[in-house]
């Protein structure tokens, strides 16, 4: 059986694709369903740990302006530090 990939597909690597649960403005990461496409270095790796919940930050406040909206898939550019 392959890994799903999850969210718009990109063709950018390496890439995490991550399934996240909304729960009113909040986003709910699950582990379990999360893929990784290519390969990350270790400083890389790190960098992510740091940089992941700033990016679920930013999407939450997308989605309390309406910036972002569940009904319609579109992609969003996120910046933090390194990562964009």
Not at 76 to 83: A, E, G, P
Request: proline fraction near 5%; hydrophobic fraction near 40%; include cysteine.
């Amino acid at each position: 059986m392959r890994n799903p990939t999850w969210g718009l597909q990109r063709d950018i690597t390496p890439c995490l694709g991550a399934r996240l649960v909304q729960e009113g403005n909040r986003l709910h990461y699950l582990a379990d369903w999360a893929s990784i496409t290519g390969k990350f270095s270790d400083a890389e790796c790190l960098k992510l740990d740091e940089a992941f919940p700033h990016f679920i930050s930013q999407m939450e406040s997308m989605m309390a302006t309406g910036e972002m909206n569940p009904r319609h898939a579109r992609c969003v550019t996120l910046y933090h530090r390194f990562y964009l």
